[in-house]
């Protein structure tokens, strides 16, 4: 069948078949050279804090926040492995008595928050131990852009096969999460990525960004407020700017992790200069 158009200029149905290009779910504008250079700058800002980022496994792909990349590991292997006090997200999702368990011979694949997510400090011990089992290791840098004296040097393991990063704690950006996953597994975003079906608007929010901000620029900031707050509540200051880490029970709420975040009083007290020193002892239960 032919059909005339703009003055009778005649065009043929089959011209206009669809067979590998977009069909009618993908109308709206799609700027894909916006979206590489976004995903070279965030792979630039990465390698770009002070602290060694060296050993990623692979080529980084875009995610919705390090939890979509989670997903995405879940349904890659069967059996998670991990340590006791990692993020709780874990035990929401995963069935512990046949997903999830801390028995990592038994894992098929383990997972490692760097830094880790019960205190805040470096899990490079746990990740040498990790790498002892010969299993697949996806490493959580959630922490990564608010944390200081820690270092990402995976290069002294063998069995890291995906690293993970995320834009929500630096930026607050949670609600519209964004992340690069580094892997050498076929994750489904690597196929994903290759369609052309990326998150797109999740990059949108964070475009022109990341040039205000460096992975060292939170840390640096807020330091001395952390120091200053863990002191007067008998907190010890974590690696992770946002935790004071306490030992007993005192504010646990019948939770085996022993961090306690001040990110409120870090942000109430940095609002003015005029509010500093000013707050009354903070409430941390």
């Given at each position: 069948m032919?059909?005339?158009?703009?003055?009778?200029?005649?065009?043929?149905?089959?011209?206009?078949?669809?067979?590998?290009?977009?069909?009618?779910?993908?109308?709206?504008?799609?700027?894909?050279?916006?979206?590489?250079?976004?995903?070279?700058?965030?792979?630039?800002?990465?390698?770009?804090?002070?602290?060694?980022?060296?050993?990623?496994?692979g080529p980084?792909?875009?995610?919705?926040?390090?939890?979509?990349?989670?997903?995405?590991?879940?349904?890659?292997?069967?059996?998670?492995?991990?340590?006791?006090?990692?993020y709780?997200?874990?035990?929401?999702?995963?069935?512990?008595?046949?997903?999830?368990?801390?028995?990592?011979?038994?894992?098929?694949?383990?997972?490692?928050?760097?830094?880790?997510?019960?205190?805040?400090?470096?899990?490079h011990?746990?990740l040498?131990?990790?790498?002892?089992?010969?299993?697949?290791?996806?490493?959580d840098?959630?922490?990564f852009g608010?944390?200081?004296?820690?270092?990402?040097?995976?290069?002294?393991?063998?069995?890291?096969?995906?690293v993970?990063?995320?834009?929500?704690?630096?930026?607050?950006?949670g609600?519209?999460?964004?992340?690069?996953?580094?892997?050498?597994?076929?994750?489904?975003?690597?196929?994903?990525?290759?369609?052309?079906?990326?998150?797109?608007?999740?990059?949108?929010?964070?475009?022109?960004?990341?040039?205000?901000?460096?992975?060292?620029?939170?840390?640096?900031?807020?330091?001395?407020s952390?120091?200053?707050?863990?002191?007067?509540?008998?907190?010890?200051?974590?690696?992770?700017?946002?935790?004071?880490?306490?030992p007993?029970?005192?504010?646990?709420?019948?939770?085996?992790?022993?961090?306690?975040?001040?990110?409120?009083?870090?942000?109430?007290?940095?609002?003015?200069?005029?509010?500093?020193?000013?707050?009354?002892?903070?409430?941390?239960?």
């Open positions: 032919t059909w005339f158009i703009a003055r009778k200029k005649k065009i043929d149905d089959k011209s206009l078949f669809i067979t590998k290009s977009r069909s009618t779910e993908f109308m709206l504008a799609y700027d894909n050279k916006s979206y590489n250079k976004f995903k070279q700058e965030f792979d630039t800002w990465i390698h770009s804090s002070s602290h060694p980022v060296r050993g990623l496994p980084g792909y875009i995610t919705n926040g390090i939890t979509e990349a989670l997903d995405q590991t879940y349904a890659l292997y069967r059996k998670i492995g991990i340590f006791k006090g990692e709780g997200y874990h035990d929401l999702i995963l069935d512990k008595t046949r997903r999830l368990t801390t028995s990592l011979r038994s894992a098929d694949c383990i997972i490692v928050s760097h830094p880790f997510a019960a205190d805040g400090m470096s899990a011990e746990k040498a131990y990790a790498d002892t089992f010969n299993k697949p290791i996806f490493v840098c959630a922490f608010v944390c200081s004296n820690i270092d990402f040097d995976f290069t002294p393991y063998k069995n890291i096969h995906s993970a990063f995320s834009l929500s704690k630096v930026l607050g950006t609600w519209h999460r964004v992340g690069m996953l580094y892997t050498k597994d076929r994750y489904p975003v690597t196929i994903t990525d290759n369609w052309n079906y990326q998150v797109i608007s999740s990059v949108e929010n964070h475009v022109n960004v990341l040039s205000k901000i460096s992975p060292d620029d939170i840390p640096n900031y807020y330091k001395s952390q120091l200053d707050i863990c002191k007067r509540n008998g907190l010890t200051p974590s690696d992770t700017v946002i935790f004071g880490l306490e007993s029970n005192k504010y646990r709420n019948g939770t085996k992790i022993n961090r306690i975040c001040i990110s409120k009083i870090l942000e109430l007290e940095n609002k003015s200069l005029l509010l500093l020193k000013k707050l009354p002892k903070a409430r941390l239960a």
